[in-house]
């Protein structure tokens, strides 16, 4: 079993959420903080040993996982793992949307939420990214236990595209966005992988 999580808030409530991604290393504030305490009692409460624990390099991953962690009785060392680390949105890097819908149009922006489509100018690597996530699936595992990731919205989409079964699923879902705190849930079933959840909060 493989559990998604997305970072938790990086922006207070007053201020205007922007795109940021590789290039721009933001703190969890202290509602992300919250959240990613919640997902780690959330987890702690099934009884959910992790195996594993893969985090994006980004600060706001590591502090995200750390809290994670925290609540668990006795959890792996995080692994920096590169291919979590969120995308570089180019020349929109660190811009509100409303920006960046002015240079590529809505079209393109809806096209990246719920097909994974590159807008222009962003720096994605989208084939590097599924062939990572599709060794990560195929990898046999040490254990039964859960294998936590920790990642960003742009990278963890690339999980559901990584599988003719996981990609099927995904076309039912409003959007292949996880929202900040939250989390999907793939599995190794009898006919191979399934999206369990996905865009999930505790």
């Given at each position: 079993?493989?559990?998604?999580?997305?970072?938790g808030?990086?922006?207070?409530?007053?201020?205007q959420p922007?795109?940021?991604?590789?290039?721009?290393?933001?703190?969890?504030?202290?509602?992300g903080?919250?959240?990613?305490?919640?997902?780690?009692m959330?987890f702690?409460?099934?009884d959910?040993?992790?195996?594993r624990?893969?985090v994006s390099?980004?600060?706001?991953?590591?502090?995200?996982a750390d809290?994670?962690?925290?609540?668990?009785?006795?959890?792996?060392q995080k692994?920096?793992?590169?291919f979590?680390?969120?995308?570089?949105?180019g020349?929109?890097?660190n811009l509100?949307?409303?920006e960046?819908?002015a240079?590529v149009?809505?079209?393109a922006?809806?096209?990246?939420?719920?097909?994974?489509?590159?807008?222009p100018g962003?720096k994605?690597?989208?084939?590097?990214?599924?062939?990572?996530?599709?060794?990560?699936?195929?990898?046999e595992?040490?254990?039964?236990s859960?294998?936590?990731?920790?990642?960003?919205?742009g990278?963890?989409?690339?999980?559901?595209?990584?599988d003719?079964?996981?990609?099927?699923a995904a076309?039912?879902?409003?959007s292949?966005k996880?929202?900040?705190?939250g989390?999907?849930?793939?599995?190794?079933?009898?006919?191979g992988?399934?999206l369990?959840?996905?865009?999930k909060?505790?």
């Open positions: 079993m493989f559990i998604i999580v997305r970072h808030n990086t922006f207070e409530a007053d201020e922007r795109r940021i991604g590789a290039r721009t290393d933001l703190p969890l504030t202290a509602k903080v919250e959240q990613a305490k919640a997902l780690g959330f702690a409460a099934r959910w040993q992790f195996e624990v893969l390099p980004l600060l706001r991953t590591r502090q995200t809290e994670i962690i925290a609540q668990m009785p006795c959890a792996p692994e920096a793992a590169d979590l680390r969120e995308v570089d949105h020349p929109d890097e509100p949307d409303n960046i819908i240079r149009g809505q079209d922006l809806d096209a990246w939420e719920r097909d994974a489509q590159v807008p962003w994605v690597e989208p084939e590097a990214r599924i062939a990572a996530w599709q060794e990560l699936f195929a990898a595992p040490a254990s039964d859960p294998t936590l990731l920790v990642t960003s919205n990278a963890a989409r690339f999980a559901v595209l990584a003719p079964r996981l990609r099927e076309k039912a879902l409003p292949l996880l929202p900040t705190g989390f999907g849930i793939v599995i190794r079933g009898g006919q992988l399934v369990e959840a996905w865009g909060r505790p």
